[in-house]
């Protein structure tokens, strides 16, 4: 009997649909569990610890968190992605998923009489803030 592809996704995913709070994630961060979430993807890797080619300490330090950010900014390997995929063990509840979103970085600046705005902000006012200040000015050529 022929399987339909969600029966074949189902078997080389056997990690779908089982889901895992961030609190529960965060407990598995021993010695005995060592847990990380990459993409909201939960992802066991204890058993992993002593093979990381970064050493162990490096994972240790993201255990039981969102080791996304630090995870791309190495720029793994294919391989390593791959051989990631081994490892996962569930998805982050999605409940909690947008915990785990950072918020926009929004830069205040202090102009003048301590007014506040964000980058986006000064973007729209800094050109009519020049004009105004080009129009007060006096004339240099009189």
Known sequence: MAKNS?????????????YYTLEEIKQQNHSQSTWIILHNRVYDLTKFLEEHPGGEEVLREQAGGDATENF???????DARALSETYIIGEVHPD??????KPPVSIS??????????????VVVTP?????YLLTQEEWYM
């Open 6 to 18: 969600s029966e074949d996704k189902c078997e080389n995913e056997p990690w779908r649909g089982r």
């Open 72 to 78: 791309e900014d190495v720029g793994h390997s294919t």
């Open 96 to 101: 909690d998923r947008e915990k785990l979103q």
């Open 109 to 122: 600046l202090g102009l003048f009489v301590g007014i506040h705005m964000s980058i986006t902000q000064l």
């Open 128 to 132: 009519r803030i020049l004009v105004l």
